[in-house]
T-cell receptor, first 115, second 112 residues
Framework: GAVVSQHPSRVICKSGTSVKIECRSL??????MFWYRQFPKQSLMLMAT?????????EQGVEKDKFLINHASLTLSTLTVTSAHPEDSSFYIC???????????FGQGTRLTVV | GENVEQHPSTLSVQEGDSAVIKCTYS??????FPWYKQELGKGPQLIID?????GEKKDQRIAVTLNKTAKHFSLHITETQPEDSAVYFC???????????FGTGTKLQVIP
């Protein structure tokens, strides 16, 4: 299957700082990328959907000014957690779909810890 | 929106036995139902999927069944092995392939 790579796999940052997570489709053009958040022992909750070249669509309850999503190219989407707080600590996962594709491919996830 | 329920939340089986995980969904427009295996600290990995025009699909020791009328779908793992131990998520997607709603997950433990 297609490969989606996330970077970094783990990051620790201080409260009040911002952190950027990258999601790359390595061998296909991802017209749509999805960002999920997963708390320990819980399911994946969709945060936002981004289409290349347009603004992301955020799910209800997700602060768009706090979780900035950019999908500037067909192979890269970024999630920036701004002014991070300990409650933002979580496992963030991206997935990507190609135009006309029938499945989404997931990255390996990023463990964010805010101290 | 779509709501996917999954049972059981935990499942322990002896090696070699079968494991069954069941899900229900609410949106009759959903037509794509993937199953994912997630190991600790990793992203979900697609293990099998089924589309609404098919009632059953099998891939080696893994099979999935779908009852669109009842809005039920199930994952069956036969001859379980310790490496099958993981968290399994069912999911449903309306409109083909895009937005995926996940179930609550099942932690499967295969006891050697």
């Amino acid at each position: 299957g297609a490969v989606v790579s996330q970077h970094p796999s783990r990051v620790i940052c201080k409260s009040g700082t911002s952190v950027k997570i990258e999601c790359r489709s390595l061998d296909f053009q991802a017209t749509t990328m999805f960002w999920y958040r997963q708390f320990p022992k819980q399911s994946l909750m969709l945060m936002a959907t981004s289409n290349e070249g347009s603004k992301a669509t955020y799910e209800q309850g997700v602060e768009k000014d706090k979780f900035l999503i950019n999908h500037a190219s067909l192979t890269l989407s970024t999630l920036t957690v701004t002014s991070a707080h300990p409650e933002d600590s979580s496992f963030y996962i991206c997935s990507a779909s190609a135009r006309g594709g029938t499945e989404a491919f997931f990255g390996q996830g990023t463990r964010l810890t805010v101290v | 929106g779509e709501n996917v329920e999954q049972h059981p939340s935990t499942l322990s089986v002896q090696e070699g036995d079968s494991a069954v995980i069941k899900c229900t969904y609410s949106d009759s427009a959903s037509n794509y139902f993937p199953w994912y295996k997630q190991e600790l600290g990793k992203g979900p990995q697609l293990i099998i999927d089924i589309r609404s025009n098919v009632g059953e699909k099998k891939d080696q020791r893994i099979a999935v069944t779908l009852n669109k009328t009842a809005k039920h779908f199930s994952l069956h793992i036969t001859e379980t092995q310790p490496e099958d131990s993981a968290v399994y998520f069912c999911a449903a997607s309306p409109g083909g392939y895009q937005k995926v709603t996940f179930g609550t997950g099942t932690k499967l433990q295969v006891i050697p």
